[in-house]
C-alpha cells in the first residue's frame, strides 16, 4: 500500500534497464482466468506439498499461473531435514510458517574454510533474508516436527532476462556490498518524513517476530513496519515489505492498483479482501490467522476487519523494481468513486 512521491535520482540497476519490456508486458496483461474465492485462499498449515527429490522436502508452488513478476513456494521440511547448500541470482523473502530450524549463509561456499558463515536460528513467524547469490542452507532443529515456510523470490524477473533458469544457480558474483551491510544489523525503526515511510525499518538478514511484535503508529488507522526497497533488508532493492495492524474496527485500505504483483498473508485476526480484475466482478475473501492470497498486477483490492478484530497482515511486492525503471507517476492508482 505504500504510494511513494516520484524520486529525481535514484540508482538504476541492472533488471532495472533490461526487464522494461517485459514487466510493461505484465502489467498491461490481465490474468488469465478468474479463479473463485475459496479456490485463492490458501491455507498455509495445511495446503498439500508434493515431495521434490532433486530439493529433498515437499514443495507446493502457490504462485503457478498466477504471478509472473515473484515466484511464492511453500516448503515443508520433514524433522531433522537439512536441505543442501544454494545460492540464487534472485532476492528472496523467507516467512516461517511452523515449526523451527536454522540457516547458515554465507557470500562464499559454506564448506570453505575461510568462509564467514553466519547461522540463523528461527521460528514460526520469523522472517528471513539472504543477501542476493549469498550460499544459504536451510534445516529442520526439531527431531519431531515438520517445518513450514514460504519462498518469495525475484526469481521470475531474472528468468524472463535470460531465458535460462540454470543460470541463476550458476553465477559466481559475490555481493559483497549487501553481504556487509546486512551482517550484524539489529531492527530498528528509521523513520521517514510522512506516509508509510514514518514506519520504516532497517533489518540485516532476520526480523523475528512479525506476528507479535510491538510496532508503531502507521496512521490511517494503522500501526506498522515498512521495509523500502532501498536497502532496508539485506540491501534488497527490488523487494519491499509491509507489516500493517488495523487500531480500529472502522480501518481499512484504501481501494487501489498498482503494476506489482503483491503477496499478502495473514499474521493475524479476521477481515476481508475485496478483488477486481480489471472491469470483471468483485471477488470477497474472508480471510482468518494463516492464509495467503496474491494480487495480480493491475487488479484493484482493498482490506478490511471482521467485526471484533484488529487483524494484522504480511505483504511483499517488488515494487522497487518500477521504482528504477522510472514509472513513478503510473505505479498506483486509488479506484475512482464512479466505480463503488
Known amino acids: 500500500m505504500t ?18 519490456g517485459a514487466v510493461l508486458a505484465t502489467a498491461a496483461s490481465l490474468q488469465a482466468q478468474t479463479p473463485s474465492a475459496k479456490s485463492e485462499l490458501i491455507r498455509t498449515r495445511t495446503h498439500p506439498v508434493k ?41 528472496e523473502m523467507i516467512y ?89 544489523i539489529e531492527p530498528r525503526y528509521t523513520p521517514g518524513p510522512s506516509g508509510p515511510e514514518t514506519v520504516r525499518m532497517k533489518v540485516g538478514h532476520l526480523l523475528p517476530n512479525l506476528r507479535d511484535r510491538k510496532m508503531e503508529f502507521r496512521g490511517n488507522g494503522m500501526d506498522g513496519i515498512t521495509i523500502t526497497p532501498e536497502g532496508d533488508m539485506a540491501s534488497n532493492h527490488l523487494l519491499e515489505m509491509e507489516v500493517r495492524e488495523f487500531t480500529g474496527p472502522e480501518a481499512t485500505s484504501p481501494e487501489h492498483r498498482h503494476v506489482w504483483e503483491t503477496f499478502y498473508l495473514i499474521l493475524s485476526g479476521d477481515g476481508f479482501a475485496t478483488l477486481q480484475d480489471q472491469d470483471g466482478p468483485e471477488r470477497r475473501l474472508d480471510w482468518t490467522e494463516g492464509d495467503v492470497f496474491l494480487v495480480g498486477a493491475n487488479e484493484w483490492h482493498n482490506h478490511k476487519p471482521r467485526a471484533g478484530s484488529l487483524p494484522r497482515f504480511l505483504q511483499i511486492k517488488p515494487s522497487g523494481y518500477f521504482h528504477d525503471i522510472g514509472l513513478d507517476p503510473y505505479l498506483m492508482t486509488n479506484k475512482p468513486a464512479a466505480r463503488k
Open 51 to 91: 515431495f521434490d527429490a532433486k530439493l529433498g522436502a515437499g514443495v507446493a508452488v502457490l504462485s503457478a499461473d498466477r504471478l509472473r513478476q515473484i515466484s511464492v513456494t511453500l516448503i515443508e521440511l520433514a524433522p531433522g531435514k537439512q536441505l543442501a547448500p544454494r545460492r540464487e541470482l534472485a532476492e
Open 3 to 20: 504510494n511513494r512521491q516520484p524520486r529525481i535520482t535514484r540508482p538504476r540497476h541492472l533488471a532495472g534497464r533490461f526487464l522494461l
Open 96 to 184: 516461517i510458517v511452523s515449526g523451527q530450524g536454522y540457516t547458515l549463509m554465507s557470500p562464499n561456499k559454506l564448506d570453505d574454510k575461510d568462509s564467514a558463515k553466519i547461522r540463523y536460528n528461527w521460528k514460526a513467524g520469523d522472517l528471513l533474508s539472504p543477501s542476493m547469490n549469498s550460499w544459504r542452507q536451510h534445516a529442520n532443529a526439531s527431531a519431531t516436527e515438520t517445518a513450514r515456510y514460504i519462498v518469495i523470490s525475484t526469481a521470475p524477473l531474472t528468468e524472463r532476462m535470460f531465458h535460462n533458469p540454470a543460470f541463476l544457480t550458476s553465477v559466481d558474483t559475490t555481493f559483497d556490498d549487501r553481504w556487509k551491510d546486512s551482517v550484524g
